[in-house]
């Protein structure tokens, strides 16, 4: 359902006139008149109100009883007054009636100082009461979950978290239990609350009745401070404010930013923060020195660094990730252009679009913003789980079916969490996402071979033939939000040929004119993946999407090489190919070859800590400086909360000063001017600054300078003959997966470490029977074939009657439990596996 | 508007000229008029208190050196670690680190405790807002006010010594004195 238009009427409040869109509910429009109505249980990002805690009365002329002003729509000339002795006494009653049973022990409440309740008992309460029987009693604080403290005696039952769990993150899992006075929050089957998203109901309570553990009498809010930031632990790029104390970031909170997360965070990026102070972390400059790891000066950890650059002679490889930020992109770009003379470095773990393609898919007009997932007439979400790869966009989803009337489809390989909320739900073969495109773009055509294409995806014809014509016809404002792994393909004919099927896809469905409200959005497989790739930090793209004078290997070419010996040294920026991507053997061999591998991590993961020579402690993302990019083109700024450990440099700097070592000249003394530097080099961002990116973000696309963008590929695109995916054939077809919780920074934040992931293999319940594996049960997987050196990983099996036949699926970034433990030589996953009992 | 000199004349008024029977008076008449009172004085003899040796009571509300309080009966510190002294603070000297009571490990009667409560003496301006802000009266201001060190930092007073009985030091003025 696209935006509907408002239009503006006027009503008085408290005697004061003023303009207000048709349609808001009165607590929000007495606002514009400067006049604030106490509320306890509405929260606009809850969605519809619902009148409980009876804070919020009002009188309005002509109704003869109070009204609730959070569920009043304002109307035209309505005469509102607030502050009448009938509204008085009313709201003291109210502010009595809830603090019968709420417990004075604010002195010991974390939520003591920055307490609605207390605000409002201070501000609208009568001041003492008159209630002298004794109160209601519970135990005093219990697990909600190992990351949240109930308190049941200060609830005041306005049932925000409740709404949270059935209507926003849709877990079901929270219910009111029992009746009257003795009412109380809790699961229905009194399992602890666990879920992606559970943290924002600590933010939601209004009391102090949901408290973090993690935060549980760690600061009262006037010993702190708040410090805005952005969250850099995946593409999503939540806005986040640091609530910090002795230099010390005690707690994570929303920023809200309605154009990036709507107010909401996951846990990950919620709790995560402690992982800055894990005692793992790295602090100083570590150098290989007779096979150990020993720490050294920055000044000799550069000069190590330089040698190992130098004397690898323009024989460089390097890769980007993680959170690295636009500006040290930007530095390891030059040093490797300018300083080493070599192309070879890539920020995408695999596959390889062209700079044409690359700047079709990310055009302005192409471009979805994440506000018009939740306004479109139909979503597609296609080879990409949200709530694992870029959480807070599965709440934006579920928030635009419910609210707006938004139709959405899912194409995926392994069942999703939005699977229920989704009017088309296809499944094809894991891999098989560029034959699935293909299938997609004959379909909503109404072209080609849709049959053929379809199996050779492993897909069910009649199932795509109904999504593209759920396509074709929902209505003009379409979004695609497409997971980056579509243009993964080992083989780069086969991501270019996905890429081409995606636009001419979109080409047909009119989402790559212009028009607002539709388009592409991409879910990338790296935070900033999108300014990277902007900068040019690609081997075959240029600064803004620019075609390069000489590409460079990808990826995978980098790694080929380096096993191969054709490359001698390599660049590991905020990541670790081990650890993270698909082709792990081939990249264990490949930094056991090369002769200098120089690192920026944060923690000693496994490809670090074996082959790394030099490594330079990465920053925390608190501590960091810079810009990043959404994918959605919003330029955002990262601001230090907290100072870096004694003596560390920021990474940006570590890359200058490599930069000068090797003979570059860099002018850049602080972050801002990187941030200048590669303002004029990517024509579309040109002129941006800090203070125009400010606390909010700015996206490219609404800048004037967004006219230098180059004119991508514009087709008409042909397609290539699809790869098919292999039928299973008695044996399981492989897909991977990564988990929200599969990073180093859970691993080591002792709040999250217990939903730290453990190897399980997903099967289908039948496929399991035939197999005489049950639920929970130990179980091998191994490549099936003759490999030459079989290889296996131990899981967990775990059936899913959603799970689609002849698949299994293995979770990836669980170091040598991975899903990619499985590739014995070749260089990507195995797709065919056999499964048995351990 | 072109400088006028004259508005910059700044006009002196000078004392009567030295010399003469006036400036003979000035000398002579007012010292010897200022010494009577002295002199005066010396009938009456010695009213030196003579501290450090012999101090000067001082009285019940006398705000001097914080006291932090224990239930006399369980021993468990009154303090739980809120804070609100912290921020009451005008001076900015207290910080207070709180943390849980566990039941193998209770310190305090409340949920939490203050793991941490240090002032800073060299800050403290002893207005005892610290004392009106506590909701357990558990900190209170005592009669101590000799505070002087020879290091800053061994003004920094910690839970431990705000616990501890101060040396008595100072006699409190008793009822009606």
Redesign the interface.
Same mark, same amino acid.
């Given at each position: 359902m696209p935006r509907p238009e408002i239009e503006t009427i006027n009503f008085t409040v408290d005697g004061r006139e003023v303009e207000a869109p048709a349609g808001t509910l009165l607590a929000d429009a007495a606002k514009l008149a400067d006049v604030d109505i106490p509320v306890f249980c509405y929260e606009p990002k809850l969605g519809a109100p619902v009148g409980a805690c009876r804070m919020c009365l009002v009188e309005v002329e002509g109704i003869p009883k109070l009204q609730t002003a959070c569920s009043t729509p304002v109307r035209d000339g309505m005469v509102v007054n607030t502050e009448t002795p009938r509204v008085k006494a009313a709201q003291e009653s109210v502010v009595e009636f809830l603090l019968l049973n709420h417990p004075l %022990?604010? !002195?010991?409440c974390d939520k003591?100082?920055e307490c609605p309740l207390q605000d409002i008992s201070f501000g609208w309460g009568r001041g003492a009461s008159r209630f002298a029987e004794p109160k209601r009693h519970f135990q005093? !604080?219990v697990e909600l979950s190992p990351l949240i403290a109930i308190d049941r005696e200060r609830c005041i039952l306005c049932y925000r978290c409740v709404r949270f769990s059935q209507e926003v993150s849709e877990d079901y899992q929270l219910v009111l239990h029992d009746r009257g006075a003795d009412t109380f929050v809790g699961t229905f089957d009194g399992h602890p609350y666990v879920a992606p998203f559970s943290g924002n109901i600590m933010e939601l309570c209004p009391v102090g009745a949901l408290t973090s553990q993690a935060y $549980?009498? $760690?600061? $009262?809010p006037? %010993?702190v401070e708040q410090s805005g930031s952005v969250c850099t632990l995946c593409p999503g790029q939540c806005n986040v404010s640091y609530t910090v104390r002795d230099d010390r970031v005690v707690r994570v909170l929303s920023r809200e930013n309605q154009d990036v997360d709507d107010g909401w965070l996951c846990d990950r990026g919620r709790f995560a923060y402690q992982s800055t102070y894990a005692d793992e972390r790295l602090r100083t400059p570590l150098v290989r020195q007779d096979g150990e790891l020993v720490p050294v000066s920055y000044d000799a950890a550069l000069r190590r660094a330089s040698e190992i650059l130098v004397n690898a002679e323009q024989r460089v490889g390097a890769l980007v990730g993680g959170s690295t930020s636009n500006e040290e992109g930007w530095l390891l770009r030059r040093l490797m252009t300018e300083a080493i003379g070599s192309r070879d470095f890539d920020s995408r773990p695999a596959g390889a679009v062209s700079a044409g393609l690359q700047a079709a898919l990310d055009a302005p007009e192409a471009q979805a913003t994440v506000e018009d997932l939740e306004w479109a007439h139909a979503v597609l979400v296609l080879d990409t789980e949200p709530v694992d790869d870029m959480p807070v966009l599965d709440l934006r989803l579920r928030k635009g079916i419910r609210r707006h009337g938004v139709r959405l489809a899912v194409a995926t390989s392994r069942p999703s969490a939005l699977d229920p909320n989704a009017e088309i739900s296809v499944r094809f073969a894991p891999g098989a996402g560029e034959a699935f495109v293909c299938a997609l773009d004959a379909a909503i055509g109404g072209v080609g071979d849709v049959g053929g294409l379809s199996r050779a995806a492993g897909a069910d014809p009649q199932a795509v033939e109904a999504l593209g014509r759920m396509l074709r016809e929902a209505g003009e404002d379409v979004v695609v939000l497409w997971g980056e792994r579509l243009t993964h393909a080992a083989d780069p004919a086969r991501s270019a040929n996905a890429a081409r099927a995606l636009l001419k896809a979109s080409g047909r469905l009119g989402l790559l004119d212009g028009r607002k409200g539709s388009g592409l959005l991409q879910v990338p497989t790296v935070s900033n993946a999108r300014g990277l790739r902007e900068l040019g930090v690609l081997p075959n793209v240029g600064p803004g999407y620019s075609e390069p004078a000489a590409v460079g290997r990808s990826s995978r070419e980098i790694a080929a090489a380096a096993a191969a010996g054709e490359i001698a040294a390599l660049h590991l920026l905020h990541v670790d190919p081990v650890a993270s991507f698909d082709d792990r053997a081939l990249w264990s061999r490949a930094l056991g070859r090369a002769s200098g591998v120089i690192a920026h991590a944060a923690f000693l993961t496994e490809g670090v800590r074996e082959h790394a020579d030099v490594i330079f402690p990465a920053e925390a993302s608190a501590e960091k400086e810079g810009t990043v990019t959404h994918p959605d083109g919003r330029l955002q700024r990262l601001r230090p909360a907290v100072g870096k450990p004694a003596g560390a440099l920021p990474g940006w700097q570590v890359l200058a000063q490599l930069f000068t070592a090797l003979g570059g000249r860099s002018t850049a003394l602080t972050a801002m001017m990187v941030t200048t530097e590669l303002a004029e080099a990517v024509p579309f961002y040109a002129g941006i600054t800090h203070d125009e990116i400010g606390g909010l973000g700015v996206r490219w696309q609404d800048r004037d300078a967004a006219a230098a963008f180059p004119a991508g590929d514009s087709g008409p695109f042909s397609l290539e003959a699809p790869a098919e995916a292999v039928s299973p054939n008695g044996a399981l077809r492989l897909g991977s997966f990564r988990s929200v919780w599969a990073s180093p920074e859970v691993a080591h934040a002792p709040a999250l470490k217990f939903l730290a992931p453990k190897q399980r293999a997903e099967l289908n319940p039948e496929d399991a029977a035939e197999r005489g594996i049950r639920h929970g049960q130990r179980v091998r997987v191994s490549v099936s074939g003759a490999a030459a050196t079989p290889s296996t990983v131990e899981a967990t099996a775990h059936l899913r009657s959603t799970s689609p036949r002849g698949s299994v699926f293995l979770e990836t970034g669980l170091g040598a439990q991975s899903a990619t433990a499985l590739t014995p030589d070749e260089t990507t996953v195995p797709a065919m596996v056999t499964v048995e009992s351990a | 508007m072109p400088w006028n000199p004259e508005s910059d004349v700044v006009a002196v008024d000078r004392g009567p000229e030295p010399g003469g029977l006036g400036g003979a008076y000035r000398v002579f008449g007012e010292t010897l008029r200022g010494l009577k009172t002295s002199f005066g004085r010396v009938v009456e003899g010695t009213r030196t208190v003579e501290y450090p040796e012999e101090k000067v009571p001082v009285y019940p509300r006398w705000r001097g050196r914080h006291k932090l309080h224990k239930f006399e009966d369980t021993g468990l510190e009154k303090c739980v670690g809120c804070s609100l002294c912290a921020a009451a603070c005008p001076a900015d000297c207290i910080r207070v680190v709180a943390a849980e009571n566990t039941p193998m490990d209770r310190v305090s009667g409340g949920e939490r405790y203050a793991a941490v409560y240090e002032i800073n003496m060299s800050r403290c301006i002893f207005c005892g807002y610290c004392e009106i802000a506590c909701p357990f009266d558990a900190i209170t201001m005592g009669s101590d006010f000799e505070l002087a060190d020879y290091n800053r930092s061994d003004l920094i007073f910690t839970k431990e010594m705000l616990l501890a009985e101060p040396p008595v030091r100072t006699p409190l003025r008793a009822e009606g004195e």
């Open positions: %022990d604010c !002195p010991v003591g100082g005093k !604080p $549980r009498f $760690r600061a $009262r006037w %010993d | -």
